[in-house]
Each structure stands twice: as C-alpha cells, then as structure tokens.
C-alpha cells in the first residue's frame, strides 16, 4: 500500500502546475512581500517536484535564475495577454518575446475569447498561430487559455475544436503535444457564484473536441480526488494555486 501511495502522489506532482498570479494591488501586499510570497511557491514546487510555477512576466528572470542556482528542473510558466485577453496581437507577441528573453519554459497566453465571441475569427486564428509559432519556434510550450466561464457549453466546444483545427493547419503532429487548451484564468468575474475555473463538464467538453491537444484544467481543482478524477479524465495539467492541498497536505485557498 505504501509504495503505490507514494507511486500515486509522484505522479500527481508532475500533473501541477502551482500558481500565484495576484498583483500586490489584488492581494494588499508590497512589492517585496509579494515576491517572498512567489519564491516560497518556488521553494515549495522544488521540494515537492512540481512541474512548473506560473507566475506574472515580471518574476520570470528572477525566478529561472533561482531555479539554475538551486540545480532544479521545476519549470517557469508566465501568463500573457492576462487576464482580459483582448490585448492586441502585436501587444501580446511582444509581452511573449521579452519572456522569452527572461528565460521563460511555457507561455500560457490568454485568447482573445470577446473577439470569438462576436464573431471574429480571423483576428483569434492570427493571434493563435502567431503565437504558437514564436513559442514553438524558440521550443516553448504554449497554452491557450480559452475562460470557460465567460462561454457557453456550445462556444466552449467551438473555440476549442477550431484552436485544434487551426493547430492541424498550421503546425506539424509533433508540436502538438506543446500546444495546450486551458481553461480559465481564475480572475473572471462569474455571477451568483458560478464557478469561474475548470470544471468536469467544461473540461470534458474541452477533451471532446481538443483532438490530439493536450488539455489543462485551471481553478476549481481543490481536492485530491478532484485532480485524480480530472487526471483519469485525461487532462495533461492542473493549474492550483493550491498545490500541495492536492497532494493531501493542507487546505486548499479560497482562490484559484
């Protein structure tokens, strides 16, 4: 019993991605503290082998030369275009490419998902396979987050079924395992209490029509069941901000 124990939470370490995302305007923090708040997430990731830490573009260059000094192989995450999405494709490729510089391993890029939403395709297809390409081009996964409280069931499969038609259009079958639909960014403003990160449904509806792409459930994965349901459902990644809730220590935050 206690080998597969320790099998299961090994496996579930390099399901997660921990997350902390809040501005010091958000949480009421400094500057200072807010920082100690990302590298205690660092720390953390590295003594429990998480997969990544997803953090603001602004830590990124520190963050990556704090991992080198520590010899660990934990990955650096940053959002882009976050957390609205409609920043123009120019503004986005721009915010990608200095992350790029900073040292950053994976781009989770926020869709343009009003522009989908009124009907303007050409504009999300051009900022996807931008994007995509200046993340694959430097051999970095990218991840596109698609927030699926703010779309209906119907939009949810929609957006998710053309990114993975524009991805087979565009980019070769050995990319796609680095080209992942997400589901939320965890900041969407939901009404009467409505989730506004992943759920079973909303991921699923993601699984049904990603293809070949891999998925990422972020927000709303709270306990150990619920990221091992989400696991056996097939999703690739989980985003927490909750991490080690997720491992069975702990609470998890009323947050992401």
Do not use: C
Not at 163 to 168: E, M, P, S, V, Y
Request: aromatic share 10%.
């Amino acid at each position: 019993m206690y080998p597969f124990f320790i099998f299961v939470i090994m496996e579930i370490n390099q399901y997660l991605d921990s997350t902390y995302l809040k501005t010091p305007e958000q949480s009421g923090l400094t500057e200072e503290q807010t920082f100690d708040k990302v590298r205690e997430l660092t720390d953390e990731a590295i003594a429990y082998n998480f997969k990544e830490v997803m953090i603001r573009p602004n830590y990124v260059k520190l963050i990556k030369d704090y991992l080198i000094s520590k010899n660990s192989d934990v990955l650096v995450g940053t959002v882009i275009g976050f957390h609205e999405g409609t920043y123009s494709v120019e503004d986005k490729l721009k915010e990608a490419n200095q992350a790029i510089l900073d040292g950053v391993d994976e781009l989770d890029y926020v869709i343009n998902y009003e522009a989908f939403k009124a009907g303007e395709l050409e504009l999300v297809k051009k900022e996807f396979v931008e994007g995509t390409k200046l993340g694959l081009d430097f051999d970095k996964t990218v991840k596109w987050i698609i927030e699926i409280a703010a779309l209906s069931d119907a939009q949810i499969a929609n957006l998710t079924a053309n990114i993975w038609t524009w991805a087979q259009e565009n980019f070769e079958e050995k990319d796609f395992s680095r080209i992942f639909v997400k589901s939320s960014t965890g900041f969407y403003v939901t009404e009467g209490g409505k989730p506004n990160g992943a759920t079973f449904e909303g991921v699923k509806i993601m699984l049904d029509n990603a293809g070949k792409l891999p998925v990422k459930a972020a927000g709303g994965v709270k306990t150990p069941a619920d990221a091992e349901k989400m696991i056996t459902m097939g999703i690739q990644r989980i985003g927490t901000s909750s991490a080690k809730a997720l491992l069975g220590e702990g609470e998890a935050g009323a947050g992401y």
